[in-house]
T-cell receptor, first 113, second 109 residues
Framework: ETGVTQTPRHLVMGMTNKKSLKCEQH?????MYWYKQSAKKPLELMFVYSLEERVENNSVPSRFSPECPNSSHLFLHLHTLQPEDSALYLC????????????FGPGTRLTVT | GIQVEQSPPDLILQEGANSTLRCNFS?????LQWFHQNPWGQLINLFY?????KQNGRLSATTVATERYSLLYISSSQTTDSGVYFCAVEMDSNYQLIWGAGTKLIIKP
């Protein structure tokens, strides 16, 4: 595998379900990011991790819970989501958190029913 | 906060045409990237260009940091160039990428 991978690519879940999104980067980077892309809106930064420590949490509801067990893996745990949380969730990585090029995974398209 | 404006919002061209996409930003930046988002949602890095000029095949980009704008040139367009082109910038010492609304490009055969 090369670059940034995300699983699953598509996810449909009910509002009472618990699911997790997984991201893995094979680039040797130290920073990882979660973004949300809703229809007709700019990308929104959700979380930033640098060397497995969270450095940014952009007022994201607690029903989204990130986890970064090491610099190559990033998870987004989901529980009791709302229909408005349906979106494309993108993971990215970069060599460092400031001034470095970000590389994106293919995204997980989430539908909350 | 920093504002990022892209123009035009939509662009429809015939295959073989050339195009120029513009990104204006309101503050000094230490990171500027151009991305192409394909119809499946994948964001593909085109250029990391906080200043200067770069070329990659039919694509080139120029950022004039002192005048706070960047241009993306696409020459001899192909149908596979269709998609949304995003400009994203990072302010000095702030690691958040601020995204423009994108330019939706449609190349007709």
């Amino acid at each position: 595998e090369t670059g940034v991978t995300q699983t699953p690519r598509h996810l449909v879940m009910g509002m009472t379900n618990k699911k997790s999104l997984k991201c893995e980067q094979h680039l040797g980077h130290n920073a990882m990011y979660w973004y949300k892309q809703s229809a007709k809106k700019p990308l929104e930064l959700m979380f930033v991790y640098s060397l497995e420590e969270r450095v940014e949490n952009n007022s994201v509801p607690s029903r989204f819970s990130p986890e970064c067990p090491n610099s190559s893996h990033l998870f987004l745990h989901l529980h009791t989501l709302q229909p408005e949380d349906s979106a494309l969730y993108l993971c990215a990585s970069s060599q460092g958190v400031s001034g470095y090029e970000q590389y994106f995974g293919p995204g997980t398209r989430l539908t909350v029913t | 906060g920093i504002q990022v404006e892209q123009s035009p919002p939509d662009l429809i061209l015939q295959e073989g045409a050339n195009s120029t996409l513009r990104c204006n930003f309101s503050d000094s930046v230490n990171n500027l990237q151009w991305f192409h988002q394909n119809p499946w949602g994948q964001l593909i890095n085109l250029f990391y260009i906080p200043s200067g000029t770069k070329q990659n095949g039919r694509l080139s980009a120029t950022t004039v940091a002192t005048e706070r704008y960047s241009l993306l040139y696409i020459s001899s367009s192909q149908t596979t160039d269709s998609g949304v082109y995003f400009c994203a910038v990072e302010m000095d010492s702030n690691y958040q990428l601020i995204w423009g609304a994108g330019t939706k490009l449609i190349i007709k055969p």
